[in-house]
């Protein structure tokens, strides 16, 4: 399953790398990484890169992940990739605002890898 893991942090590589080591390891995740609305915007593009599942922070400089959201959608109308959206704020406006664009799931950080390795295997 190949991810798109969007984040202003640039330390997020480092962190889903350690966590999903073996998963890696034996090929069931490829991990790519954008640090911008914008660059995952490039990567999603040209499609090679078969992106199943986007995991999106929320609040980053420039174009932010709601925004993404609702560009993807209206990219992929047909069949999106599924999009999990991360935030510090845990709270019910951006939870709603995710919702109405699209979103499949809600995260929250720090993010709960064992959770979200259950929800991956949904």
Do not use: C, W
């Amino acid at each position: 399953m190949n991810i798109l893991v969007v984040d202003d942090e640039l330390d997020i590589r480092i962190l889903f790398e350690q966590k999903f080591r073996r998963e890696i390891k034996d090929g069931t995740y490829i991990f790519e990484f954008a640090h911008s609305g914008e660059e995952a915007m490039l990567k999603l593009k040209d499609g090679s890169n078969n992106i199943v599942l986007i995991l999106s922070d929320i609040n980053m400089p420039g174009m932010s992940g709601l925004e993404l959201l609702g560009r993807v959608r209206k990219i992929h109308p047909d069949v999106p990739p599924k999009i999990f959206m991360i935030t510090a704020y845990g709270d019910e406006e951006n939870r709603t605002k995710a919702s109405e664009l699209g979103a499949d799931d809600f995260l929250t950080k720090p993010i709960d890898f064992n959770n979200l390795k259950e929800k991956l295997h949904e």
